[in-house]
């Protein structure tokens, strides 16, 4: 046994150093990039679509959520876009995305309210995604969406999209993804969160190609 050890032990060695040197010196851009889609954005979009990006214990915005507010704020502000917003949470969350939006000047009337309720069993994107169908089969005339998430999650959410956009009688919508300055907390954030947050989207990203 000791004998097989001293024989796998420089392996060992160099495969523990490789993993240290991914871990702290690959560069995050790349990474983020593989992530990202880049769709550009619509002269004048029917729907804005922020999914939140959880809140944490005590009702506060999570960094993810409160990025994304700010990036529809700036959007808003820049284009004077005055379609609706659609905010997508759990309902304790999206209360709390509302109240953000509208101490940052954002119209309440413009936000869109679909009443879909999201079911436990689900994971957050999964509501997600079908409150957003839900609301484009209630309403015909949106075609096009301007959907604003963290740059790590836009490529599971895209995948997520064409699946469920195959199954639409109404092919003519298109989505577009907004992007945020400087990549958001992703950017700058610890190496441990920056690694839960791009294995957390990796898997996700196999699983829904496994469905696919």
Known sequence: MAKEMKKRLPA???TGFVIVCVFFFLPRKQIICRLKIDTGLPVE???IAVLGGGVL???KLGNSTRE???AVIG???????QCPILVQEYPAGRRKMVEYLVAHGVDDKKILSSGFRYREER????NNIEELFHVLNQKKRIHRIVLVTSPY???RVHLMLGEKARRLKNSDIYFYFLQLRDDGEISRCS???????VLHETFGIFFQRLKE
Do not use: A, V
């Not at 959007?75 to 876009?81: M, T, V």
């Not at 994971?123 to 999964?126: A, R």
């Open 57 to 59: 214990p005590g009702g």
């Open 68 to 70: 994304r507010l700010d």
């Open 191 to 197: 190496r441990w969160r920056f690694w839960h947050l």
């Open 153 to 155: 999650h836009q490529k």
């Open 45 to 47: 979009p029917d729907l």
């Open 12 to 14: 060992l060695l160099l």
């Open 75 to 81: 959007y808003i502000r820049e284009s004077n876009s």
């Open 123 to 126: 994971g957050g994107t999964e």
